[in-house]
């Protein structure tokens, strides 16, 4: 901070456990910075790394290296506070260097790290840990080559630092005034300390990079271009994959025949947490929701958004099939989960299925008969239109009740979970044995092509 210059600690200290390094050289008295990079994505949404509003102070101080920041707490003492995750990634780094002291560091997605230094103790975080948007990452310490309780705070692109955003605000901390420290010069004075209160109240979206693994190729995760997304649906037109995100309360589409180039449908102001989709007759149909009504769009009327009528529903919960030609829709309500027909004006009826997460549910098509999948008390449960949707235990326990997809495999069926950060594959031909498969995530839809199960997470 301002007034510590006891307090240094550059890029090259910490070492940022592979969050990269730019060259320096030095010619006569220039400095010979490398540019930054463009990322790979979009620059996230990220929030201040604090609980919601909390106002903490942002400074620097001359030798203290551009763009990293220090940050206190203006409401008292900042030791012991809890630090939050500025935006959804997967853990690099969690542990000790003399110069961070204990810390973590957080990639993002397409070319995005935040690193946050100097915790009191060890984080209670692990490298390869996903971890969300607010999610608690450590508590403020001072620990490393530090003079006082704060966080040390930084924001890279491509390895190579950056100004520092929050809930699309800069920070204003830029130079450190010194041509002398760190790999990066930004000319100019000691950028003046500022005060920004946090925004990391839980609504943000979390937009994560996407994911594709397949089952033929042990479940590697492989990024889909730099297409990000708070929740994705997925499904299968000839041998063409196509991918369905929403970012912000927009629907974008992406299709694997033409490079997943990810083009906006221009339907917006939905929730960021519902999305299905299905084809009937080779038109696509995208449904969402938007003030607790369902909405479809359909591909053959310009993905025209409109009402269903079918109201008071969850924004969190959300699956669709093809039924022998019949476009039918399942939400949750109260608790209950409810269907509602193309062929009966979207009637929006109890099943009689309750006590649900509103975060989660799925539905398939099963050799003719419509099958349910929820989540209760950590649970999966199935019900069927042949036994009167009668709700049964499947047995797949503790796991999280806000992801949930399921498909029939060549007459088996198959349902995905999420534990521990980790999705979860279970058979109904093996007992419902619920296997790790090592594929990380928070959210997950599936589909299969020629038999092989692909599963999209972010």
Same mark, same amino acid.
């Given at each position: ?282 038109? $696509?149909?995208? @449904? &969402?929701?938007? =003030? !607790?009504? %369902?909405?479809? #769009?359909? +591909?053959?009327?310009?993905? /025209? *958004? ?106 088996? $069926?198959?349902? @995905? &979970?999420?534990? =521990? !950060?980790? %999705?979860?594959? #279970?058979? +109904?031909?093996?007992?419902? /044995? *619920? ?24």
């Amino acid at each position: 901070m301002t007034g510590l210059p006891a307090r240094v600690l550059t890029s090259a200290r910490l070492a940022l456990a592979g969050v990269g390094a730019v060259l320096l050289a030095m010619v006569g008295a220039i400095a010979v910075v490398a540019a930054p990079a463009q990322a790979a994505g979009p620059r996230p949404n990220f929030q201040m790394p604090f609980p919601c509003g909390e106002t903490w102070r942002m400074a620097t101080y001359y030798g203290h290296d551009d763009y990293d920041i220090d940050m206190t707490f203006t409401g008292g003492a900042s030791n012991g506070r809890p630090i939050l995750a500025s935006y959804a990634g997967t853990v690099t780094f969690a542990g000790w260097t003399n110069g961070g002291g204990w810390y973590v560091v957080i990639d993002h997605g397409g070319g995005w790290r935040s690193s946050y230094a100097h915790m009191i103790e060890s984080p209670p975080v692990r490298a390869g840990q996903w971890v969300s948007t607010g999610q608690q990452i450590g508590r403020v310490g001072s620990t490393g080559n530090s003079t006082g309780p704060h966080l040390h705070y930084e924001q890279t692109r491509d390895g190579v630092k950056s100004e520092a955003y929050f809930n699309g605000v800069p920070s204003g901390i830029t130079s450190d005034g010194s041509p002398n420290t760190g790999p990066l010069y930004v000319s100019g004075p000691v950028s003046s300390a500022r005060n920004m209160t946090s925004r990391n109240c839980g609504q943000v979206s979390s937009n994560r990079q996407v994911y594709e693994s397949g089952s033929h190729s042990g479940w590697q995760m492989l990024p889909v271009n730099s297409i990000t997304g708070s929740t994705t649906a997925s499904m299968v037109m000839g041998t063409n994959k196509l991918l369905y995100t929403v970012n912000d309360g927009r629907v974008y589409e992406a299709a694997s025949d033409t490079g997943w180039r990810n083009l906006w449908t221009g339907i917006s102001g939905v929730s960021n947490n519902a999305l299905a989709v299905i084809h009937v007759d080779g038109v $696509k149909y995208i @449904y &969402t929701v938007i =003030g !607790g009504m %369902v909405h479809e #769009a359909a +591909s053959n009327n310009g993905w /025209r *958004n409109l009402n269903t009528g079918i109201s008071g529903v969850s924004a969190n919960a959300l699956a669709a099939i093809n039924f022998n030609g019949v476009k039918i829709i399942y939400t949750v309500a109260g608790g209950m989960v409810h269907e509602a027909a193309s062929n009966n004006g979207w009637r929006n009826l109890n099943s009689g299925i309750g006590g649900v997460s509103p975060n989660a549910l799925a539905a398939i098509s099963h050799q003719g008969v419509k099958i349910v999948y929820t989540v209760a008390g950590g649970t999966v449960h199935e019900a069927a239109s042949n036994s009167g949707w009668r709700n049964l235990n499947s047995g797949i326990s503790g796991i999280s009740p806000d992801a949930l997809a399921a498909m029939d495999v060549n007459g088996v $069926k198959h349902v @995905y &979970t999420v534990a =521990g !950060g980790m %999705v979860h594959e #279970a058979a +109904s031909n093996t007992g419902w /044995r *619920n296997l790790n498969s090592g594929v990380r995530g928070t959210t997950v839809s599936a589909t299969s092509l020629n038999g092989v199960k692909i599963l999209y997470t972010a």
